[in-house]
């Protein structure tokens, strides 16, 4: 788990998944957010793998901006999230889109994720 800035947030739920095509974002947490629902992009292509054995069909689509790093040393990206409705414990998922982006190298190992920034290397750690 990472704890970027998202929109004007800081999120400490948030699940890095490599394996996953997509970023996602919990109704709840644009709700929690305060994020204006003009904002958000109409959808409707389902996806599967998210609910076990079922399908979800995303309520819409946001770009915001995704910040890690610290203020001496940040990067930030815009990202697309698709917004789906149902309850997670997480605030967020950043799968492989978001890895992309960033250019961000992930160390299972240590649980770390390296990505550049202006002034060296950003080193996110796990927050458990």
Do not use: W
């Not at 203020?71 to 492989?96: C, D, K, S, W």
């Amino acid at each position: 788990m990472a704890d970027p800035i998202i929109g004007m947030k800081r999120l400490t739920k948030v699940l890095m998944d490599g394996g996953s095509g997509l970023n996602i974002m919990y109704a709840e947490t644009l709700n929690a957010m305060g994020i204006d629902r003009a904002c958000i992009q109409p959808i409707g292509a389902p996806f599967h793998g998210i609910v076990l054995g079922k399908q979800v069909v995303p309520l819409r689509q946001i770009d915001l901006p995704v910040t890690f790093g610290d203020p001496t040393n940040y990067r930030m990206e815009t990202l697309t999230f698709e917004v789906v409705g149902i309850h997670e414990t997480y605030h967020a998922i950043q799968g492989h889109p978001c890895y992309v982006k960033f250019m961000a190298v992930p160390n299972y190992t240590y649980l770390k994720l390296k990505m550049m920034g202006p002034r060296g290397v950003i080193t996110i750690g796990t927050s458990i």
